[in-house]
């Protein structure tokens, strides 16, 4: 595995490339360009410039996370083709600079979705929460306000206010989008975009949906075990692939995420992985926890081992991590407890290797 870094870029993270190198076994930053409006061509010049800095700072970039998917795809519109001939130009610029793994999301409107991003836990660090009957009682603009007031005046990637303003045509648009004709248009996507993958060996990583459950009636397709065989297997190809994120698959008890990781990972279809814990609250809610097993619901030793077990070497990241120790920055993103997850995960993989060899 590639233990990388999710970096923000100089103007949007607090966090310099300086530190992220301090941080024991960090090879890789995991990038991207945020001011690229969503669906136009990242140019060569500004990817040029962000491997250019992360290069100087003694690391490298091969993961993208994100590059978005503009909503008239996920709809279905006819100006999708146009959006996607934009993208396929998108995918080349980056396999020129080197990158090997795109991370994208095809959830409709939203990126993720959390109800509080700093509830104070009994140690004194806060995190983000999920509570299910505030999302039952929201309308949309309530939660993009909501998330808007609590971001230390960070734009929350998915969340930008310029999109949030058109919510209430956007939901229109939604209206007859329902989870069959959501699949059918990532299907759609994915046989445009996937050959040129191949031809410029990039891999398309779908992120899954957080929560992975529908939320204010619109559709969510990568929930499960089931949804994820149904996406790798619309196109046949190691690079139409996941990104496992165990904490958005584990906020659903029913998850069996270690299997999710034998099953997929075992197939060659998990060039990226983000790892965190999550505890559960009953009633579908769930607060984000320390990385370490016994402060969340998920095993982190069995999905590390389940990792080791399949051969697995792909790129890693910590995900979300608390704000402790008086640190303030950009929810879930800050430096102290993702690198506390980084020397855990760490840990337990030197630990599983030397294990498996004695
Ligand atoms: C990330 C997602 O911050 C996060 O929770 O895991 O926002 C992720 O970057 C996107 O869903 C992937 O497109
Ligand atoms: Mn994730």
């Known amino acids: 595995m590639q233990m990388t870094f999710r970096w923000f870029g100089p103007d949007d993270d607090k966090i310099t490339l300086g530190q992220v190198r301090q941080i024991p076994g960090v090879q890789g930053v995991v990038g991207a360009l945020y001011d690229v409006p969503v669906g136009e061509v990242w140019p060569k010049a500004k990817i040029a410039q962000l ?6 700072a003694g690391m490298s970039l091969e993961v993208i996370e994100s590059v978005n998917i503009h909503d008239d795809i996920k709809i279905g519109l006819p100006s999708r083709d146009q959006y996607i001939e934009n993208y396929k130009e998108t995918i080349r610029n980056l396999s020129e600079f080197g990158i090997k793994v795109i991370c994208y999301n095809f959830m409709p409107v939203f990126d993720w979705v959390r109800t ?9 660090s806060t995190t983000m929460a999920y509570d299910q ?18 971001s230390n005046g960070y734009v929350m990637p998915g ?3 310029e999109r949030m303003k058109g919510l209430k045509a956007l939901f229109a648009q939604y209206a007859d989008v329902d989870e069959q004709k959501l699949s059918d248009n990532l299907r759609y996507f994915l046989e445009a975009i996937i050959p040129t993958c191949e031809q410029y060996d990039v891999k398309m990583a779908i992120h899954p949906d957080d929560p992975p459950r529908p939320i204010f009636g619109l559709p969510r ?15 046949d190809s190691p690079h139409n692939a996941l990104t496992l994120c165990t904490g958005s698959l584990g906020e659903n008890p029913e998850n069996d995420v270690p299997a999710l990781i034998r099953y997929f990972a075992g197939r060659d279809r998990v060039p990226f992985a983000h790892v965190r814990n999550i505890k559960h609250l009953g009633n579908d809610n769930f ?14 030793y069995e999905i ?5 077990d399949v051969g697995f070497d792909g790129y890693i990241r910590p995900d979300h991590g608390r704000m402790i120790w008086g640190e303030t920055g950009r929810p879930g993103y800050g430096l102290y407890d993702r690198a506390l997850g980084i020397a855990y995960l760490n840990g337990l993989w030197e630990a599983i290797d030397k294990g498996s060899k004695a």
């Open 221 to 235: 397709i990568v929930k499960n075990f089931d949804d994820l065989k149904a996406i790798v297997e619309m196109v």
């Open 287 to 300: 607060e984000e926890a320390a990385h370490l097993s016994e402060m969340g619901s998920l095993d982190i």
């Open 51 to 56: 491997k250019a800095q992360i290069e100087d």
């Open 116 to 124: 509080e991003l700093a509830r104070t836990l009994p140690d004194g």
């Open 159 to 161: 969340w930008e206010p």
């Open 304 to 308: 590390m081992k389940a990792f080791h």
């Open 133 to 150: 009957s505030i999302v039952d009682t929201m309308d949309p603009e309530g939660m993009a306000a909501s998330v808007e007031g609590d």
